[in-house]
């Protein structure tokens, strides 16, 4: 709960959205990857439709800065996790699921 409460000043402070208790924060994401070398690959999950509809998720508007890229609508990331691929090497996951 204390988290919760210096996440919320900290967003304010910031003007970063505030987070909810369940989305991948910067601070979580950065001591993952503090034990991770550079030249790690980062993976994720696709999310199909249906998750959408059937679940009722909701999307965030995002700007992207990238004109590659373009707007998008994205879903909070869950958490992230150090997994390895089909041949044991090491990778970055991050999932989108609640």
Known sequence: M??????RILASITGSRE???????VGAL??????????????????EDEYFKRLGWKTVAIRSPDPICGDMQCVPAFTAYVGTDEDGHKVLALTAHY
């Not at 950065?30 to 790690?40: A, I, Y």
């Open 2 to 7: 204390l988290e919760q409460g210096e996440n």
């Open 19 to 25: 987070p909810l208790e369940w989305y991948l924060t």
């Open 30 to 47: 950065k001591q993952m990857l503090e034990r991770l070398p550079d030249c790690t690959p980062v993976f994720y999950e696709r999310l």
